[in-house]
C-alpha cells in the first residue's frame, strides 16, 4: 500500500499544480470579461463575479489537470526507470492504476454532481449578480459621479445635482434595445432616476433623441427599463430548459411524454416551461443535453487510459512532447463533444445518446488500444 499511496500523493501534487497554473493563466480574461460586464460598477463586484466564472471552468480545468498530471507522474516514473523497478519485483502493471483509478473515479463523482447540479444555473446566476450589483449602485451613486456603464447601457454627464444625488445634469444617454423597442441614443438637459425592486425609471427634462426614434424637443419624457429583462433573468429566462438540474429536464420530459401520451401532442401548445413541461422543439435539445453531462462525467476514466499510456509510450521522449499530446487529447475530444456533437442533433444526423457519447466512447477505445501497447513494451 506505501506504493499505492505514493502514487496517489504524486498524482494529487501534479494535478494541484495543473489546475492551479491552468486558473492563473484563465484569471486574466475573466477578469476582462468581468470588468466588460461590470466596468462601472466597482471592483468589489468585479472581484465577487470571479467565482461564479471560475465554477462554471472547473468541469474543464479538473479532467484536464488530471490528465497532465497522470502524463507528468508514469512518465516520470518510465523515464527514472521506476516502472522497469515494479515489473521486475514482481508487482503486477494493472496494481499501479489503482491510485489513479480512485482518483478518477472521485473526480467523476464531482464533476457529475457539477454538471448536473451546479452548472446548469452558473450562467443564470452571474446576469443575476449583475443585475443585483447594478440596482445596488444606483441606489448609493458616490456623490462625484458623473458616468454610468452596465451592460450596453451608457450615460455620460458633465455635472450632478449637488441636492439630488440621483439627477445628472446636461447628460448623453444610449439605452440598449429592448423586446418592444429599438435602441435609442438622446441628449437631455437632466436625468433622474428611480430605482423600486427590479425597475428602473429616468426621468427627462428637454431630451432630444438622436439617429431616429423620436426627433422633436420635449418638456418631460420618461424612460422605464426592467432590468430583469436587461439582464435576461426575468421568470420566463428563469425557466429555460438549459438552466434547470437533469433531475428537473428528466421530470420534464416524463410529465411530458405522460401529458401526449394521454391528450395527445397538441396539448402541449397550451403549456410553458413554467408549468415543468418540455416544448416539442426542445425535446432533442434536451436529450443530448442530459446524455451530454453524463459523458462529461465520464471523462475522467478515458483520460486515466490515455494519460498512462501516453506517459509510459513517451518515457523516452522530452515530457514536452507528452504534455503536448495530452493537450491535443482534451482539445479533440471538447471539440468533438461540444461542437460536433451539437451540430449532429440539430441535423438529425445520428441518435442524441451517440451524438454526447460518441468521443468518450472513441477515446476510451483508444486508450484502451494505446494501454496495451504500453504494458507489452
Keep these: 500500500m506505501t506504493l499505492e499511496r505514493y502514487l496517489l500523493r504524486q498524482l494529487l501534487v501534479g494535478m494541484t499544480f495543473a489546475v492551479a497554473g491552468m486558473a492563473f493563466v484563465a484569471v486574466p480574461g475573466i477578469l476582462v470579461q468581468a470588468f466588460h460586464k461590470l466596468s462601472g460598477v ?53 496494481r499501479m492504476f489503482v491510485p489513479a483509478g480512485v482518483l478518477a473515479l472521485a473526480l467523476s463523482g464531482l464533476l457529475y454532481f457539477l454538471a448536473t447540479e451546479v452548472s446548469p444555473q452558473t450562467k443564470f446566476r452571474q446576469r443575476d449578480y449583475t443585475k443585483n450589483s447594478v440596482v445596488r449602485l444606483l441606489r448609493s451613486l458616490s456623490p462625484g459621479r458623473t458616468e ?30 429592448r423586446a418592444d423597442e429599438p435602441a435609442q441614443l438622446l441628449y437631455a438637459a437632466t436625468a433622474e432616476f428611480g430605482i423600486e425592486e427590479s425597475s428602473m425609471t429616468i426621468d427627462l427634462t428637454w431630451p432630444r433623441w438622436i439617429g431616429g426614434g423620436i426627433d422633436a424637443r420635449l418638456a418631460n419624457a420618461r424612460i422605464a427599463l426592467d432590468l430583469d429583462e436587461l439582464f435576461e433573468v426575468d421568470a420566463t429566462r428563469r425557466h429555460e430548459w438549459r438552466y434547470q438540474s437533469s433531475r428537473e429536464l428528466e421530470r420534464r420530459l416524463e410529465r411530458t411524454a405522460q401529458l401526449v401520451a394521454s391528450e395527445g401532442e397538441q396539448a402541449l401548445a397550451t403549456k410553458t416551461p413554467s408549468d415543468g413541461y418540455a416544448m416539442p422543439n426542445e425535446l432533442a435539445k434536451i436529450g443530448f443535453e442530459l446524455h451530454a453531462r453524463r459523458a462529461l462525467a465520464a471523462i475522467c476514466p478515458m483520460f486515466l487510459l490515455l494519460g498512462v499510456s501516453t506517459g509510459l509510450i513517451l518515457r523516452r521522449g522530452s515530457q514536452l512532447t507528452a504534455f503536448a499530446a495530452a493537450v491535443l487529447y482534451a482539445l479533440v475530444y471538447y471539440l468533438l463533444s461540444m461542437r460536433l456533437g451539437k451540430g449532429l442533433v440539430a441535423s438529425d444526423a445520428v441518435p442524441q445518446w451517440l451524438a454526447a457519447w460518441g468521443a468518450t466512447i472513441g477515446g476510451t477505445l483508444l486508450g484502451v488500444v494505446m494501454t496495451v501497447v504500453a504494458l507489452r513494451r
Design 148 to 177: 454610468l456603464k452596465f451592460g450596453d447601457f451608457y450615460l455620460s454627464s458633465r455635472a450632478r445635482d449637488p441636492q439630488n444625488r440621483n439627477r445628472f445634469e446636461q447628460v448623453f444617454i444610449h439605452v440598449p434595445r
Design 42 to 94: 466597482g471592483m468589489g463586484a468585479i472581484l465577487g463575479f470571479l467565482p461564479l466564472v471560475l465554477v462554471d471552468l472547473v468541469p474543464y480545468l479538473l479532467p484536464i489537470g488530471f490528465l497532465l498530471s497522470l502524463v507528468a507522474t508514469y512518465g516520470r516514473m518510465a523515464a527514472d526507470n521506476e516502472w522497469t523497478a515494479i515489473l521486475m519485483a514482481g508487482i503486477h502493471p494493472l
